[in-house]
Structure formats: structure tokens, C-alpha cells
């Protein structure tokens, strides 16, 4: 089957920084994605890791590792308008699609 | 704009209307998907289309039949619905089913 975990809700301080960590099962693996969604808005695309590390955009950061089919999104220098919804996905090779995780409500404070 | 777009954004429809929502691209992608978001649950696969054929049907109830003319343009048809399938609908695209998703503004769905 496919699943994916991550924390429901985070709530951060205005120029801090802040973790949101992924755990995937697949019945197969292609690559992990993170999406970004405001309120009443259509989910963005923000990265995408294939491989083993870091990949770094701007005040973003993604990070996988395969052996632990973990994952995690890294916010720096926190902005009032980064509160928002932030989902992970898998492309699941064998099923070609893309599945998202539940979401985690980023929530910061001033 | 992210080059998705769905119609209408806001349907309020009873259980025995029968309803479309339509969702077009304009970025040239192959691939098209329905998804379902309701309140505090993962995005809902529904269905994938690729070069305008069927590729995934997740288990969705017939009361939800999609239809996929073109590359271009994805419908919903909806009938006979229940009030638990009041949520966001959402339309996305991709170039092909492994790249990033592109996603419409959704379609606020409540069944009366």
C-alpha cells in the first residue's frame, strides 16, 4: 500500500526557522514533492528531491533520504505570509501517480 | 493563474440535480487529474487521464463520471450525490505522470 505521514499542525515564530518532516510507504519510489496551499487557494508546487539530499530554493530547503523513506521541508527566515498548508508527495513508480500526504497547517506568530 | 482553470468555483446542488464541473489547461500537459480535499484529510486521488485515456479510476463511486474530450479540457459529471461529498474538487496537469502537478483554483462543491 501507500501512506504517507506528517505532523497535523506547527506553529512558528516570524523569522525563525522550522522543519516538517515526511515518512513514505510505496510499492515503489520515484520521488518526493512538497506543495504549498493557502486558504482557499489551489495547491503550488514548491520542490521536488529524486535523489539522496539537500536541494535548496531560495528560503526553502527539501531533504530526502530513500534508506529511511524520510523526507522533510526546511522554511527559513519565516514570513508572515508562509503560514499556509504544506503537503508532501510520492510519485509511486509502479502506480504513476502522484499521492499526497495529509498536510501539515504551518501557523506563524509575530 | 496557474494556468488551470475550473468552473464554476462555488456549486451548491441537491441530491437528485445533475451537475457538471469543468476544468481546462492551457499549458499543453498530457496528464489531468481529479482530486477530492476535504476538511482534514489527504488530497483524494479520483481519476488520472493521460493523452485523454483512462488511467485511473480510485475506486470512485459512479454517482462521479469523469469524461476527457481533449488534452485540454477534464468534466466531472455529477449525479444523484450525497451530502459527504461536499468538498473542494480539485483539477490539476501535468506535462506526464511524473512531473510536477499543476492545480486549478477548485470547484466548492455542497450537496443540499
Known amino acids: 500500500g501507500q501512506s504517507l505521514e506528517q505532523p497535523s499542525e506547527v506553529t512558528a515564530v516570524e523569522g525563525a526557522i522550522v522543519q516538517i518532516n515526511c515518512t513514505y510507504q510505496?510499492?515503489?519510489?520515484?520521488?518526493l514533492s512538497w506543495y504549498q496551499q493557502h486558504d482557499g487557494g489551489a495547491p503550488t508546487f514548491l520542490s521536488y528531491?529524486?535523489?539522496?539530499g539537500l536541494e535548496e530554493t531560495g528560503r526553502f530547503s527539501s531533504f530526502l533520504s530513500r534508506s529511511d523513506s524520510y523526507g522533510y521541508l526546511l522554511l527559513q527566515e519565516l514570513q508572515m505570509k508562509d503560514s499556509a498548508s504544506y503537503f508532501c508527495?510520492?510519485?509511486?513508480?509502479?502506480?504513476?501517480?502522484?499521492?499526497f500526504g495529509s498536510g501539515t497547517r504551518l501557523s506563524i506568530r509575530p | 493563474e496557474t494556468g488551470v482553470t475550473q468552473t464554476p468555483r462555488h456549486l451548491v446542488m441537491g441530491m437528485t440535480n445533475k451537475k457538471s464541473l469543468k476544468c481546462e489547461q492551457h499549458?499543453?500537459?498530457?496528464?489531468m487529474y481529479w482530486y477530492k480535499q476535504s476538511a482534514k484529510k489527504p488530497l483524494e486521488l479520483m481519476f488520472v487521464?493521460?493523452?485523454?485515456?483512462?488511467?485511473e479510476n480510485n475506486s470512485v463511486p459512479s454517482r462521479f463520471s469523469p469524461e476527457c474530450p481533449n488534452s485540454s479540457h477534464l468534466f466531472l459529471h455529477l449525479h444523484t450525490l450525497q451530502p459527504e461529498d461536499s468538498a473542494l474538487y480539485l483539477c490539476?496537469?501535468?506535462?506526464?505522470?511524473?512531473?510536477?502537478?499543476?492545480f486549478g483554483q477548485g470547484t466548492r462543491l455542497t450537496v443540499v
Open positions: 499549458l499543453g500537459h498530457n496528464a
Open positions: 487521464y493521460n493523452f485523454k485515456e483512462q488511467t
Open positions: 510505496t510499492s515503489g519510489f520515484y520521488g
Open positions: 490539476a496537469s501535468s506535462q506526464d505522470l511524473r512531473t510536477e502537478a499543476f
Open positions: 508527495a510520492v510519485r509511486d513508480r509502479r502506480a504513476s501517480k502522484i499521492i
Open positions: 528531491n529524486a535523489l539522496d
